[in-house]
């Protein structure tokens, strides 16, 4: 199974940014990534994708125009650098990987993830 390593999480106040990492023990040139992110009381939900190879992304919308997710195929790793950091931001952010052949239109639906970094936005 392929492991995957978060990192950059953190506290920040309102406005600033963050960088998130994941290494992925494989490659994902096969494999559609992204980021799904879970506050306190409230369900899992996809943030971004990155389609096989890092060809082109996917954004979800309260999250469009402040978060940009890229990919590096050949060190196996996916970023997401988060811009404009709001309260509503505040959650355990998660680094995952998509089921075989599945596009990034769907943000909900993803078959691992890691073990996810905490990031906390402070007004």
């Known amino acids: 199974a392929q492991v995957l390593v978060e990192s950059g999480g953190g506290s920040v106040q309102t406005g600033r940014s963050l960088k998130l990492s994941c290494t992925s023990s494989?490659?994902?040139?096969?494999?559609?990534m992204g980021w799904i992110r879970q506050a306190p009381g409230k369900e899992r939900e996809g943030v971004a994708c990155i389609t096989p190879g890092a060809l082109r992304t996917h954004l979800a919308d309260p999250v469009k125009g402040r978060f940009t997710i890229s990919g590096d195929v050949t060190k196996s790793m996916v970023y997401l650098q988060m811009n404009s950091l709001k309260p509503e931001d505040t959650a355990f952010y998660y680094c995952a990987i998509k089921p075989f052949g599945q596009a990034c239109g769907n943000l909900h639906e993803w078959r691992s993830w890691g073990r996810g970094t905490q990031v906390t936005v402070s007004s």
């Open positions: 494989g490659s994902f040139e096969s494999y559609a």
